[in-house]
């Protein structure tokens, strides 16, 4: 294990100087594959007290990024076992270092509609399996394993804890290889148990038949349940020996005791398809097998002394070595990662992600696809294949530190390293499988916020919705924070130097921000101590600004009272205005009707209309009246008259009501 210097900062802000705290990857490392940095090359953290592995990158995941992440399971001569989830880029999101032993199988699974994380933890030192427990957690990340008891099964809380442990039932201990979660809410795990059998028609050594005295021997036999999980009830059991002959491995009897059994069949993989059957895969027995859900019965068997299939690619669809991790890709197609060896036999030097396609009515099988490494990684051991959602290929090189990506047609888009080049095939870092899942982590710890030697140093481990740190900082520890600056989450540590010139107050903390700028969570605060430039009897500048604009504000102030005050007496010279438009508007319509009933008079003068009184109005007296009156209002107007207007309803000259004048009449009415 090396340590490394940080690389450069890059300066944010221009004041401020930001830099991410933890290694980026290697690109194309020729240093880093020859073992110049060593043979597993990691990185620490100041923020975390965890271990995180440093990725050559080849062809950067970055290229295939859809938004989900890589689960690898790193063990090995030079690695301590771990679960380590990575981003796109190769950056850490989460590990731990709760569990002792080793770990395998580190995945995402549904279970009621919910995502966990589910992974394996035991001893895997027994005959090339293991005995331990499958772990299903939340995806907080959050627990505490040391008073774990084995075979109790454990349930926390909703907030992303552990949910339960499972193990196999009839008093067998899980197996590392394989842990499926079924949509019904069952699960299918594998296991191993000791029995003694009748070895008499084995051949030692594959040629020659055993001594008497192996005659009968022990066996590893292999077995795989189907379990309820919310009861642990057992709903399925299926036993290799009970279906498959000795004769039909071809790994080497040894000594076949109870201390040393026979690894006969080694069983790595275990699918429940739609209808209710199984497809397993045998490394031992280089076959992939397909087993009644109903009655236990081998159904057909691809590879193997007894292949059930005619192979119509020159036997390059049915010949396979140490095969693993064997799936259902369609209703007539398989796929499995091919390691074209095992401990015994090494044919071409090279390991291949496999895919066949079988016809069932005609018992033909075909090779469709195979997935070659540009590189030719040589796995002896363990590996996986994984059908991606928009139908890339994933595989992982077992026991060797490699994990890539193709394209359907057999393009890299994507490849990485965890181990030197130069020590492949060694076992100093390995991973049983690769995967690549989406995830959405959200611890219910807060940010962890630490102070070293004047840098600030951030992070969240498990969490995959940070995108931005928001730094603030007050003059107490439980006062009122203020916002100091914003600055972008790349990696998993992040650096804030204090030293740069930035003016801050005692305390500070940091709260996540989500890609919408929501807040998530809060760190615990930090005391900077006599590095803090701003005291606590300094003003906020959000407050009321800085003193030095104390009289501009104040200025600005008075200029707005004068405004309000204009706007005051504009808007009352306006409803002066309005009113005497108004008034003028009232006067115009009274003109307008007294002067229409005096032409109406002249009118009916002209007719020869008669008044109440017998008299007759003539032409010319209309026209004098007339005259009379616009005469009477042109004084009026100009001013020689006593009023430029009379009320309807008076008289003209005395200004009485028409009513009170009995000898007036009204011209123009009878």
């Known amino acids: 294990m090396l340590g490394f210097m940080r690389s450069a900062c890059l300066l944010v802000c221009g004041i401020l100087s930001v830099c991410v705290a933890d290694h980026e990857p290697f690109l194309q490392s020729v240093e880093y594959n020859e073992g110049a940095y060593g043979k597993y090359v990691t990185q620490n953290f100041t923020s975390a007290e965890v271990v995180a592995p440093i990725l050559n990158v080849a062809q950067s995941f970055?290229?295939?990024?859809?938004?989900?992440?890589?689960?690898?399971?790193?063990?090995?001569?030079?690695?301590?076992?771990?679960?380590?989830?990575?981003?796109?880029?190769?950056?850490?999101?989460?590990?731990?270092?709760?569990?002792?032993?080793?770990?395998?199988?580190?995945?995402?699974?549904?279970?009621?509609?919910?995502?966990?994380l589910t992974f394996w933890a035991g001893n895997d030192s027994v005959g090339g399996h293991g005995e331990g427990l499958y772990y299903i957690v939340r995806p907080g990340l959050v627990y505490e394993l040391s008073s774990f008891?084995?075979?109790?099964?454990?349930?926390?809380?909703?907030?992303?804890?552990?949910?339960?442990?499972?193990?196999?039932?009839?008093?067998?201990?899980?197996?590392?290889?394989?842990?499926?979660?079924?949509?019904?809410?069952?699960?299918i795990l594998t296991a191993y148990d000791i029995i003694e059998a009748d070895l008499s028609g084995v051949r030692s050594g594959g040629s020659?038949?055993?001594?008497?005295?192996?005659?009968?021997?022990?066996?590893?036999?292999?077995?795989?349940?189907?379990?309820?999980?919310?009861?642990?009830?057992?709903?399925?059991?299926?036993?290799?020996?009970?279906?498959?002959?000795?004769?039909?491995?071809?790994?080497?009897?040894?000594?076949?005791?109870?201390?040393?059994?026979?690894?006969?069949?080694?069983?790595?993989?275990?699918?429940?398809?739609?209808?209710?059957?199984?497809?397993?895969?045998?490394?031992?027995?280089?076959?992939?097998?397909?087993?009644?859900g109903a009655t236990g019965d081998v159904l057909w068997r691809l590879g193997g002394k007894s292949n059930s299939f005619q192979d119509l690619s020159d036997g390059h669809a049915t010949t396979f070595i140490g095969q693993h991790d064997a799936h259902w890709a369609s209703s007539n197609a398989i796929t499995f990662f091919d390691n074209r060896a095992d401990w015994t036999v090494h044919t071409e030097h090279r390991s291949l992600g496999t895919r066949v396609e079988l016809d069932f009515e005609a018992m033909t099988a075909t090779l469709a696809m195979q997935y070659v490494h540009p590189e030719e990684v040589y796995s002896v051991a363990q590996g996986s294949y994984q059908t991606l959602p928009n139908g890339n290929v994933l595989l992982g090189y077992g026991n060797n530190g490699v994990i890539t990506e193709f394209a359907a047609d057999g393009t890299v888009l994507c490849n990485a390293y965890f181990e030197p080049t130069h020590d492949w095939t060694s076992g100093n870092v390995q991973s049983y499988r690769n995967m690549k899942f989406n995830w959405t982590g959200l611890p219910i710890t807060e940010p962890s916020l630490v102070l070293k030697d004047g840098v600030l140093y951030i992070s969240w481990l498990g969490s995959t919705e940070v995108r931005q740190w928001l730094l603030q900082h007050s003059?107490?520890?439980?006062?009122?924070?203020?916002?100091?600056?914003?600055?972008?989450?790349?990696?998993?540590?992040?650096?804030?130097?204090?030293?740069?010139?930035?003016?801050?107050?005692?305390?500070?903390?940091?709260?996540?921000?989500?890609?919408?700028?929501?807040?998530?969570?809060?760190?615990?605060?930090?005391?900077?101590?006599?590095i803090a430039s701003l005291s606590e009897d300094e003003p906020w500048e959000d407050d009321a600004g800085d003193l030095d604009d104390?009289?501009?504000?104040?200025?600005?102030?008075?200029?707005?009272?004068?405004?309000?005050?204009?706007?005051?007496?504009?808007?009352?010279?306006?409803?002066?205005?309005?009113?005497?438009?108004?008034?003028?508007?009232?006067?115009?319509?009274?003109?307008?009707?007294?002067?229409?009933?005096?032409?109406?008079?002249?009118?009916?003068?002209?007719?020869?209309?008669?008044?109440?009184?017998?008299?007759?109005?003539?032409?010319?007296?209309?026209?004098?009246?007339?005259?009379?009156?616009?005469a009477r209002l042109a004084s009026r107007i100009t001013g020689s008259g006593r009023a430029w207007y009379v009320p309807l309803g008076q008289d003209e000259q005395t200004d009485m009501p028409l009513e009170e004048r009995n000898d007036v009449r009204r011209p123009g009415f009878r």
């Open 550 to 630: 104390f009289e501009d504000d104040t200025e600005a102030e008075h200029v707005a009272e004068q405004d309000d005050a204009l706007e005051d007496v504009q808007l009352l010279l306006g409803f002066a205005v309005l009113a005497l438009l108004s008034s003028l508007l009232v006067c115009w319509l009274w003109f307008r009707s007294s002067f229409f009933q005096q032409w109406r008079a002249g009118h009916d003068g002209e007719d020869g209309e008669t008044g109440k009184d017998g008299m007759a109005f003539g032409p010319s007296d209309v026209q004098s009246r007339s005259r009379q009156y616009l």
């Open 475 to 530: 003059s107490a520890s439980d006062s009122t924070y203020r916002e100091l600056l914003t600055l972008p989450k790349n990696g998993f540590e992040t650096e804030v130097d204090l030293d740069a010139d930035m003016r801050f107050r005692k305390y500070v903390q940091v709260t996540a921000l989500d890609m919408d700028g929501r807040p998530l969570a809060v760190s615990n605060a930090v005391d900077v101590g006599d």
């Open 149 to 187: 008891i084995a075979n109790a099964p454990l349930q926390l809380d909703q907030h992303y804890n552990l949910y339960r442990t499972v193990n196999a039932a009839n008093g067998l201990g899980a197996d590392l290889h394989s842990f499926t979660i079924t949509p019904s809410g069952s699960a």
């Open 62 to 116: 970055t290229n295939c990024d859809d938004g989900s992440y890589l689960f690898i399971t790193p063990r090995g001569e030079e690695a301590t076992p771990t679960l380590v989830v990575l981003d796109a880029s190769g950056s850490l999101i989460w590990t731990t270092n709760d569990y002792s032993g080793q770990l395998y199988n580190l995945q995402v699974q549904e279970y009621k509609g919910k995502k966990y």
């Open 208 to 292: 020659r038949p055993p001594p008497a005295r192996m005659r009968r021997g022990y066996v590893w036999d292999c077995v795989f349940q189907e379990v309820d999980l919310e009861t642990g009830e057992l709903l399925f059991e299926w036993r290799a020996s009970e279906h498959f002959d000795f004769t039909q491995s071809y790994d080497h009897m040894r000594a076949a005791s109870q201390k040393e059994p026979w690894d006969w069949f080694h069983i790595n993989s275990v699918e429940k398809d739609a209808a209710g059957n199984y497809l397993i895969s045998s490394r031992h027995l280089r076959t992939i097998a397909y087993i009644s």
